[in-house]
């Protein structure tokens, strides 16, 4: 039987990726992952950064982790970072992206402190993570999506299935 893809949605935190990832689990059956819950659950940390209040991601156990689970097929991950996944992790990358004023309201409203908030909001307007995914995966399958309204939401429900219902069927063609 032929593997389902893997899919990661990535983007600056606050874009809805996790989101996404719930509605998309939900529509195709395929299984979510975020890393940031896995990582909280499991406690994959290795230290404390004080100046951005935020815990260090332990890479390697987080790799560790989830091995077994991405060779298996069929996982959407969620993370704000994505050039420390393994390429062949992945057959497609999302990399929601959201408007200044958008993001701002978003983090303020999750409790950031302005530093953080204004921190990330500048690696959004950088377009961090989209270099980030165009310099870690092939650029034919890295793919940029509007995250702003619950229509944008909807939509990119509809496109990532899809591009599901298209890689199955080629797939299918090619065994
Ligand atoms: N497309 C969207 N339109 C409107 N609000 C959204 C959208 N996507 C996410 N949100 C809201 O934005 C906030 C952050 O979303 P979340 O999925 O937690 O982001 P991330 O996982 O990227 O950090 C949540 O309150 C969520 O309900």
Redesign the pocket.
């Known amino acids: 039987m032929t593997k389902l893809p893997n899919i990661l949605i990535t983007?600056t935190?606050?874009?809805?990726?996790?989101?996404?990832g719930v509605q998309l689990a939900t529509r195709t059956g395929l299984q979510h992952v975020c890393v940031g819950d896995l990582a909280d659950i499991e406690q994959l940390y290795e230290g404390y950064d004080d100046e951005h209040k935020c815990h260090i991601l332990d890479e390697d156990r987080v790799l560790d982790e989830l091995e077994e689970k991405m060779s298996a097929g069929g996982v959407i991950v969620?993370y704000?970072g994505c050039d420390f996944f393994p390429e062949r992790w992945f057959q497609a990358v999302y990399v929601?992206r959201a408007d200044t004023s958008v993001l701002y309201n978003?983090l303020q409203?999750r409790g950031y402190e302005l530093r953080k908030v204004q921190e990330n909001v500048q690696c959004e307007i950088f377009g961090t993570i989209f270099e980030e995914a165009h310099s870690s995966y092939r650029f034919e399958i890295v793919k940029e999506l509007p995250?702003?309204?619950?229509n944008?939401?909807d939509e990119n429900v509809e496109v990532i299935v899809q591009w599901l219902v298209g890689w199955t069927l080629m797939q299918s063609r090619l065994c």
Do not use: E, M
């Not at 935190?13 to 996404?20: A, D, E, I, Y």
């Not at 995250?147 to 619950?150: K, V």
């Open positions: 983007g935190p606050g874009v809805g990726k996790s989101t996404l969620d704000h929601l978003r409203h995250s702003n309204t619950l944008d939401l």
